[in-house]
Nanobody, 118 residues
Framework: QVHFVESGGGLVQPGGSLRLSCAGS???????????MSWYRQAPGKERELVAV????????NYADSVKGRFTISRDNAKKTVSLQMNSLKPEDTAVYYC????????WGQGTQVTVSS
């Protein structure tokens, strides 16, 4: 059974940084290379939105306009992980962040809370 588990969330002050990680389990690293990986977030009372996506080889990335220039998505296929480096955080970045792997179907992680507040 394929699972993705997020970590790295927490409380940070505005302007600060956090690095989220998502680790795959129940999957070989060869299989992991076939997954497009993405990060989504959902703030209270709002719909889940796409934050960033990275293709299988990591050669192509795409970001929501609201995070361009501040967030960076990356992956390490050998370690079966995908990361989201978040800089210059704003209160509006507060949300539960989810990792998703896609290969024929979507596999969602359980989410990690990010709170940006002074």
């Amino acid at each position: 059974q394929v699972h993705f588990v997020e970590s790295g969330g927490g409380l940070v002050q505005p302007g600060g940084s956090l690095r989220l990680s998502c680790a795959g389990s129940g999957i070989t690293f060869n299989a992991f290379t076939r997954y497009d990986m993405s990060w989504y977030r959902q703030a209270p009372g709002k719909e889940r939105e796409l934050v960033a996506v990275i293709t299988t080889a990591g050669t192509s990335t795409n970001y929501a306009d609201s995070v361009k220039g501040r967030f960076t998505i990356s992956r390490d296929n050998a370690k079966k992980t995908v990361s989201l480096q978040m800089n210059s955080l704003k209160p509006e970045d507060t949300a539960v962040y989810y990792c998703k792997g896609t290969y024929y179907r979507d596999y969602w992680g359980q989410g990690t809370q990010v709170t940006v507040s002074s």
